[in-house]
């Protein structure tokens, strides 16, 4: 069975840090491009970061460029996004997914959440 | 960047009905669109990927068509558990851009 855990999330001050993380099992995790996207609270989806299968490459959106940092870890099945600078704007669910330019968001966590606030 | 917009943005319909949501991409997406339903507190769940392929255990009544900017869903006889909100996404380029959303409740 497919299973994407995240942990990570929390409170945290205008612009403190979190990192997320992001356990794979199930399936062959470095085959995968995988991705975050997030939802703050009533709103829609939108797609924060992806990164290759072997971790070579990195996509992120415009809105965390250069504060977000995504990175994998092969050998221990695990995804990561380091958030930085953290905005109020940033406050939402956190989804780690098998999304890529290929891979088409078949799997999902259950997300962890994070708020920013003081 | 490639924007998305989903119309309606919401609708009232009833069990039975016959639902339509389209997807406009900006520009040419090359099928590289996937439809998730998301129902309140849930995880988004996907449908259809490549456009027009349903993903396995997904209701037959659930399609998608169309290609280029203009992807479609429909849902051919709208059951209890199909009022929720749904979620194209283009992954053709990046950045990667989910439309806005198309809730539909209960008339």
């Known amino acids: 069975e497919v299973q994407l855990l995240e942990s990570g999330g929390g409170l945290v001050q205008p612009g403190g840090s979190l990192r997320l993380s992001c356990a794979a099992s199930?399936?062959?995790?470095?085959?995968?491009?995988m991705s975050w996207v997030r939802q703050a609270p009533g709103k829609g989806l939108e797609w924060v970061s992806t990164?290759?299968?072997?971790?070579?490459?990195?996509y992120y959106a415009d809105s965390v460029k250069g504060r977000f940092t995504i990175s994998r870890d092969n050998s221990k099945k695990m995804l990561y996004l380091q958030v930085n600078n953290l905005r109020g704007e940033d406050t939402a669910i956190y989804y780690c997914?098998?999304?890529?330019?290929?891979?088409?968001?078949?799997?999902w966590g259950q997300g962890t959440l994070v708020t920013v606030s003081s | 960047d490639i924007q998305m917009t989903q119309s309606p943005s919401a609708m009232s319909a009833s069990v039975g009905d016959r639902v339509t949501i389209t997807c406009r991409a900006s520009q040419d997406i090359n099928n590289f669109l996937a439809w998730f339903q998301q129902e309140p507190g849930k995880v988004p769940k996907r449908l259809i990927y490549v456009a027009a392929k349903l993903v396995s255990g997904v209701p037959s009544r659930f399609s998608g068509s169309g290609s280029g900017t203009e992807i479609t869903l429909t849902i051919s006889g709208l059951q209890p558990e199909d009022f929720a909100t749904y979620y194209c996404?283009?992954?053709?380029?990046?950045?990667?851009?989910f439309g806005p959303g198309t809730k539909v409740d209960v008339k």
């Open positions: 990164i290759g299968g072997s971790g070579d490459n990195t």
């Open positions: 996404l283009q992954h053709e380029s990046f950045p990667f851009t």
């Open positions: 199930g399936f062959t995790f470095s085959s995968y491009d």
């Open positions: 997914a098998s999304l890529g330019r290929t891979a088409a968001g078949a799997y």
